[in-house]
C-alpha cells in the first residue's frame, strides 16, 4: 500500500525542496503547475507504514 503527500507552492520548486523529501522516504511522481489555482503542485508517494502488532498478553 502507498500514502501520498501534495505540496503546494506559488513560486516553482527548487532541487533543494524537492530531495528534502526523499531523506523521509517519499518517492516524487511528478509536478504540475494549475493555472486555476496558480500554483505548483508536487505530488510524492512512499510505501506505507503498518503499524506494528500488539504485543502478545500471555
Known amino acids: 500500500m502507498w ?9 516553482p ?16 511522481v511528478t509536478i504540475i503547475y494549475d493555472l486555476d489555482r496558480h500554483e505548483w503542485l508536487a505530488y510524492y508517494k512512499r510505501p506505507k507504514q503498518e503499524a506494528p502488532p500488539p504485543p502478545l498478553s500471555s
Open 3 to 11: 500514502e501520498y503527500l501534495v505540496i503546494a507552492r506559488n513560486t
Open 13 to 28: 520548486f527548487d532541487a533543494g525542496s524537492l530531495n528534502d523529501r526523499g531523506r523521509d522516504g517519499w518517492e516524487l
